[in-house]
Structures are given as C-alpha cells and as structure tokens.
T-cell receptor
Framework: ETGVTQSPTHLIKTRGQQVTLRCSSQ?????VSWYQQALGQGPQFIFQ???????GRGNFPPRFSGLQFPNYSSELNVNALELDDSALYLC??????????FGPGTRLTVT | GNSVTQMEGPVTLSEEAFLTINCTYT??????LFWYVQYPGEGLQLLLK?????DKGSNKGFEATYRKETTSFHLEKGSVQVSDSAVYFC????????????FGTGTRLQVFP
C-alpha cells in the first residue's frame, strides 16, 4: 500500500509568482487536507477536500486555492506569493472521520 | 475557540530517563486528541490518539490519557531512547464538521546517550 506522496520536495519561487503543489492520497482515502507549517511552528489548517468539493477552510486568503481530482489526488495553488508564504506544506489524507496520514511535505522558499 | 498549548522545548534528557510533555487544550464539546511526531526533514507521523474522556492512547512505549477535568493530554514514556529525539505535536480534532486538526506549537525532545 502506497502512502501519501507529495511533489515537488523543494522549490524556490520569487515574490509575486504562482505555485502549484501536488499530493497523491493513500489508497482508499477520499479526504485530503492541506496544512502550512512555518519554521518552528505547528501546522496550520488551510483547507480540506472531500469528494472533489471544498469541505472547510482555515484562516487563509483566497489566493490559496485547491482542487481534488476524481482519483482523490489534490493540488494546492498559491497566487501572488509573499515572503511569509515560505513554509513546509503538508498534505494529509484520510477516510472520512478517521485519523489523517501525512505526506513528507513540500518545502517552499519565496525570495 | 479551539486551541492547544504545549510546554516549550527543548526538552533535554539522558537515555532511559522518564519523559513528560505537557499538553492542555481548549475546545467546545468533546474533541478527539492526538500526538504526532516529526523526525528531522520528514512529515508528521501519528503516534497515538484518544477519542473520549479517560481513554488512554499508547504506542511504542508512549502513552497519554484524555483528562477532561483538567483538559489535558500529557505525553509520557518511561524510558526514552536516542531514537526518540524528534519534535512532538499535540493536536485536537473538534467534534462534528470538518475533520481539521488544530496543533500546538510542538516540543523538541533531545535525548543524549
């Protein structure tokens, strides 16, 4: 059984650019959640997708958006990047109402 | 609102010492509680969980008891190993609605031989 995978592992972007991060959920998991973890902090909930629909959102501006595909994989898009967007972005998948399994994360650096 | 407060680190221990990492929470209703561990350069791994008052979660020698009267979920281990060195996160999942997790700021544990 394949766990949660994320790509890319690392990337560097310039302020004002746009970025897309990708996540493949664990087999059989139809819920995907995204979190932002700033250096030295705990993860902060961005949003969650269930069966291709957004199912809850944290305190993040609209320039953070997402998609979930029929195979339950997901994308996180961030427009107009700011320096404070530099963080580790974590994806987690789960069956509904069950514990979440996290991927290794994507380290985004905005310069 | 919902929040989690953890003791600040780093916690520095010698191998085979007893470990306690304190975690308290504020929540409406009856949340589920979790401990996650993050090794350097990796994502989060679920360590243990408890879903109702007085439940005890345990795994790999770690344990934590859901105490509603003190709104606490302290992590303990009787004898730590160097390989336990990592950052530990306490988290809660509010009842109902979105299955989002609310995390504490994390506690770094350093175990020396």
């Amino acid at each position: 059984e394949t766990g949660v995978t994320q790509s890319p592992t690392h990337l560097i972007k310039t302020r004002g650019q746009q970025v897309t991060l990708r996540c493949s959920s664990q087999s059989g998991h139809n819920t995907v959640s995204w979190y932002q973890q700033a250096l030295g902090q705990g993860p902060q909930f961005i949003f969650q997708y269930y069966r291709e629909e957004e199912n809850g959102r944290g305190n993040f501006p609209p320039r953070f958006s997402g998609l979930q595909f029929p195979n339950y994989s997901s994308e996180l898009n961030v427009n107009a990047l700011e320096l404070d967007d530099s963080a580790l972005y974590l994806c987690a998948s789960s069956p509904p109402g069950q514990e979440q399994y996290f991927g290794p994360g994507t380290r985004l650096t905005v310069t | 609102g919902n929040s989690v407060t953890q003791m600040e680190g780093p916690v520095t221990l010698s191998e085979e010492a007893f470990l306690t990492i304190n975690c308290t929470y504020t929540a409406t209703g009856y949340p589920s509680l979790f401990w996650y561990v993050q090794y350097p350069g990796e994502g989060l791994q679920l360590l243990l969980k408890a879903t109702k008052a007085d439940d005890k979660g345990s795994n790999k020698g770690f344990e934590a008891t859901y105490r509603k009267e003190t709104t606490s979920f302290h992590l303990e281990k009787g004898s730590v190993q160097v390989s336990d060195s990592a950052v530990y996160f306490c988290a809660l999942r509010p009842p109902g609605g979105t299955d989002k997790l609310i995390f504490g700021t994390g506690t770094r544990l350093q175990v020396f031989p």
